[in-house]
């Protein structure tokens, strides 16, 4: 999980007098009596490529959906560029959509799966030759123009997709699960071509996918959705280091929870006692914490050391026996228990030369972390 997006510190969502270019204000979306999409509310900026992440079922195609004019929110507002599109349809929007089947005509060849709406509208026959022609360039696949759909590759025909989807300059492109039907490697690459398109044209993205690891690649902002709501909004890093629920903390990556009450809390610290710990546990976090509340660490197995000695008067300590040891190569993944019965994964690197004594099965251990390592989760 170490594969993220790094974006520009002056992030547009940090900028609260920018207009954003999508504004969804408390959007529901009522499937007779179920709710799909629960009282949304989100602000997209210009440039982001942004990411609805979620199970299956969590709502993220409705979203989107509706972003494109594909369906009316049951209540509440959407708007684009500053103007209220809640009831405008999808083709007088500034948006275009890529859908996962793609869609292309199997009758038409590539150069004119691309132009076809280029055509629709008028434009002239030569305009229209040049802008297929960047546009073929710009996915890198003008060798391929006199194709028809058949003789293309998934990854050749997700290419001239996105193409088709980026040839009348739309302000928004949104993409439902772009790169579902490719296999996993051409996916990891096809990611990175993606973002770098993005980046290029500066065209706002809007992104649903279920891959964890697809959106922490390529986005600048995440909204993990559940059940038809917004469980967070942030940069893949925060979500990662600062999952704000359980539901966030679980969904993204492994993590070790805990649950205590905190019995002390100073300037930007807490601490918490866990009935499963050995120690009073230490955690950095400016929010104010009532003592004696209830609430959940989170602790990435990542962030965990095995210490040489147990300190009676430290915090952040645990210690347990070595059950499981999974390699994974560059790492490996070791799972302890503790004396009540609680599981804690950790990860270490493999890098110890193979002399050195490696971590064993049953072998106790006394493991720590520090108190900027660990999460606070109140929900
Ligand atoms: P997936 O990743 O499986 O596509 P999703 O997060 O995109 O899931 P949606 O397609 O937005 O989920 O569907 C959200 C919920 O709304 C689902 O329970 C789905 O069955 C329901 N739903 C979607 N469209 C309709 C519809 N037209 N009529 C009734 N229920 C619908």
């Given amino acids: 999980m170490n594969r993220v997006r790094q974006f520009k510190p002056e992030e547009p969502w940090q900028a609260p007098e920018e207009e954003p270019i ?17 009282d949304i509310s989100l ?4 440039g982001e490529f942004f990411s609805l992440l979620g199970s299956s079922g969590c709502g993220k195609t409705t979203l989107l959906r509706m972003l494109a004019g594909f369906e009316t929110p049951t209540s509440g507002q959407i708007f684009i560029d500053g103007q209220d599109v809640t009831n405008i349809p999808p083709y007088e929007r500034p948006v275009n959509m890529m859908f996962q089947s793609y869609a292309l005509f199997p009758h038409m060849n590539v150069a004119d799966n ?8 008028g434009m002239a026959k030569s305009e229209r030759q040049d802008r297929v022609a960047e546009l073929l360039s710009l996915v890198q696949i003008e060798q391929l123009a006199k194709r028809k759909p058949h003789q293309l590759s998934g990854g050749q025909r997700q290419r001239v997709a996105l193409a088709r989807s980026l040839a009348k300059h739309p302000k ?14 051409l996916r990891e690459q096809t990611q990175f071509e993606l973002v770098n398109i993005q980046e290029r044209l500066g065209i706002t993205f809007v992104v649903v996918t279920h891959d964890q690891e697809e959106a922490m690649t390529m986005s600048s902002r995440i909204a993990l959705m559940h059940e038809g709501r917004i469980e967070q909004v942030d940069p893949p890093r925060r979500l990662y280091e600062f999952p704000s629920t359980r539901y966030a903390a679980s969904f993204i990556g492994s993590v070790n929870l805990f649950d205590g009450y905190v019995v002390q809390q100073d300037d930007d610290q807490v601490l918490v006692q866990c009935d499963e710990a050995d120690s009073l546990l230490q955690v950095r976090h400016s929010q104010p914490l009532v003592p004696g509340m209830a609430v959940t660490l989170a602790l990435r197995p990542e962030k965990v050391r095995v210490l040489k000695d147990f300190d009676e008067e430290a915090p952040n300590q645990l210690r347990g026996q070595i059950k499981e040891i999974a390699y994974l190569g560059d790492v490996s993944i070791y799972h302890v228990q503790l004396p009540g019965g609680k599981w804690v ?8 030369a193979l002399a050195e004594q490696p971590l064993t099965w049953d072998e106790e251990v006394t493991l720590g972390w520090s108190a900027n390592s660990c999460g606070v989760l109140t929900e």
């Fill in 22 to 38: 999508v504004r969804i204000e408390n959007v529901t979306k009522r499937f007779g009596a179920f709710y799909a999409v629960d």
């Fill in 43 to 46: 602000h997209i900026h210009q």
């Fill in 114 to 121: 691309i132009a076809f709406g280029l055509k629709q509208e």
């Fill in 172 to 185: 928004i492109l949104l993409l439902d699960e772009p790169l579902g039907a490719l296999d996993k490697k």
């Fill in 345 to 352: 994964q950790f990860t270490q690197p493999n890098v110890q």
